[in-house]
Each structure stands twice: as structure tokens, then as C-alpha cells.
């Protein structure tokens, strides 16, 4: 199955080349103070985290239609962060970001005054009106690739920023990707673990106990990692059809993120929209970029 995973994602760039993915930046409860050129975190206020979620629970849900004409939360979403190499196609570099490419986008986002938001953040605003902090962005990374945590992580905590990790279970521990240690310190340092299939394998082909295999085991065994529930779900290749909200919502989960244009009318926490972040992006076209695409 790792086989066909490797498949998929050399298919990918023929899949979603077109497709947008979407923006991050820091959370209110997370700001840093500056001293000495260096950046000294806040912790996360778990008491007040839990008391914003029990107060959500007696509040009245948006309507889809309100869902639908809110603003949308740039998300952008990350695969392979490391420099490119000569066997690199031109449609894989779309989803390798060259390290130092990668380090541009970060500061552009910190310098244009960006702060980071979470999934509860968002969904929070989209169900129940909650604030945003000013110019909002959500950093989000796909298949568990180690130096999401080498490198990505610790550029993030430069600026006070947290992520969302879509952790794909089939490659933890394997070369180059990470282990169940560093996936429990990313979640334990107030980062989200997001679930993104056992394999990879696309949402609109599964049938039967393919629901179990790719969605409920490994949500499973992230929350056994993590010791958290996991609410929120990465769609592989970002790649959706109606058939998977039923079974996602049966499962617990809260919402879930695409890589297109469009929500569905109908669904549109199951359809939450992301943009690429282009490894052929310079931190002025992800800036134009995020700009013109969340409307």
C-alpha cells in the first residue's frame, strides 16, 4: 500500500496543479513578546480554551447561508520542505518549497502582521461568529514528512506562530518522515493533529470497510499518539465527493479541508477551502496570492 501511496502522490501534480490551497498565522491566545531578538511564547490557556468550547455548546448554530457568506480564513497548506533536486519534475515542484523559500514566506507573513489561528478558531467563527484575530491565516501541512518538524516547526516558533499537521498513519516512522514522538511533542507544544488517511488513498474510490482502513483506524491511532480526539480531516489530493460527509460526521469529526475553487452549497464545514502554497511561490506572489483567492 506505501507503493500505491508513492503512486498517488506523483499523480497529484497532475491532479490538483490547478488547485489552491490556504493561509495560517498566529492565534490570539498564543502572542509571543520580543526580547532581545528572540521570541518567548505564551502558553495556551487551556482553561479558557475549554470555556469557550462548553460556551459554544449553548449557542445558536450559523445556517449555511450564513456559514457560506462569511469571509473566508486564508489556509495555506504545505507538503515537502526541502530544496529540489535534478529528478524533481516540474509539476512535483509545486509541492516542494525549497527551504529558504519556505523561511521567505514565513517572514513575509509575520512582517505583514499575519497571526495564526487553529481549526477551532475558524470553525468557532463559521458556526458561532467568534472573533478572528486582525488578518488571520492557518498554516496547514500534508503526509507527515519529517522535515515538516525539522524545519517548518521551528521556523513557526521564530514568530509565535502554530500549525495544523495532516498526518498521513501508513508513514510514521519511515525514513524522512516523522515518528509517533515527534508527532505527540508537535500536538504537546500546542500545534493540531488533523487525520489525512491511512494511505493517502482517494476519498471518492472508498467503498465499505475502505471507511474503516483509511479513516477510523487511523484517527485511532493518532488519538492514542496524541491522547487528544482528533476533529478535523484532510481530504488526499484534496479530492471530495457528498458521499464522504456522512461517514467523516459519523466518525466525530467536526469539519474538513479541501484543495479547490469551490465549497459545496450544502456542506460547506466539510468542504473548507486551502491553496497550495507553490514551491515556486516567492513570498511577494503568496502574498498577492492569498489576497486574490479568499474572498
Not at 134 to 159: G, H, I, R, S
Not at 171 to 181: C, Q, T
Not at 240 to 265: C, I, V, Y
Request: with cysteine.
Amino acid at each position: 500500500m506505501f507503493k500505491n501511496y508513492l503512486k498517488y502522490t506523483l499523480l497529484a501534480g497532475m491532479l490538483v496543479s490547478s488547485v489552491s490551497c490556504q493561509q495560517s498565522g498566529k492565534s490570539e491566545e498564543e502572542k509571543s513578546t520580543q526580547n532581545s531578538g528572540h521570541v518567548t511564547e505564551k502558553p495556551i490557556d487551556s482553561t479558557t480554551a475549554n470555556a469557550a468550547t462548553e460556551n459554544a455548546a449553548n449557542r445558536k448554530e450559523a445556517s449555511v447561508a450564513e456559514i457560506l457568506a462569511k469571509k473566508e480564513v486564508p489556509i495555506l497548506c504545505y507538503h515537502q520542505i526541502r530544496d529540489w533536486k535534478a529528478s524533481d519534475s516540474k509539476a512535483a515542484k509545486d509541492y516542494i518549497i525549497p527551504v529558504s523559500t519556505f523561511k521567505a514566506h514565513m517572514k513575509m507573513l509575520a512582517d505583514s502582521g499575519y497571526h495564526t489561528v487553529l481549526p477551532d478558531q475558524v470553525y468557532n467563527y463559521l458556526v458561532y461568529g467568534d472573533p478572528l484575530p486582525t488578518k488571520p491565516v492557518m498554516l496547514t501541512f500534508d503526509d507527515t514528512e519529517e522535515n515538516q518538524f525539522l524545519v517548518a516547526n521551528e521556523e513557526l516558533k521564530k514568530y509565535g506562530y502554530k500549525g495544523v499537521y495532516f498526518i498521513m498513519t501508513v508513514s510514521i516512522g519511515r525514513p524522512k518522515y516523522m515518528s509517533k514522538d515527534q508527532i505527540k511533542k508537535l500536538s504537546d507544544e500546542g500545534n493540531v493533529i488533523g487525520s489525512h488517511t491511512w494511505d493517502h488513498h482517494n476519498v471518492k474510490k472508498y467503498q465499505g470497510q475502505d471507511w474503516v482502513t483509511q479513516i477510523e483506524k487511523p484517527t485511532k491511532t493518532l488519538e492514542s499518539i496524541t491522547g487528544k480526539k482528533i476533529d478535523y480531516f484532510a481530504y488526499p489530493f484534496g479530492l471530495w465527493n457528498k458521499q464522504a460527509f456522512p461517514e467523516l460526521k459519523q466518525r466525530g469529526f467536526k469539519a474538513a479541508f479541501s484543495l479547490a475553487d469551490k465549497k459545496d452549497q450544502e456542506d460547506p464545514l466539510f468542504t473548507i477551502r486551502r491553496i497550495i502554497a507553490s514551491g515556486y511561490w516567492s513570498a511577494n506572489t503568496l502574498n498577492k496570492t492569498m489576497n486574490n483567492s479568499f474572498h
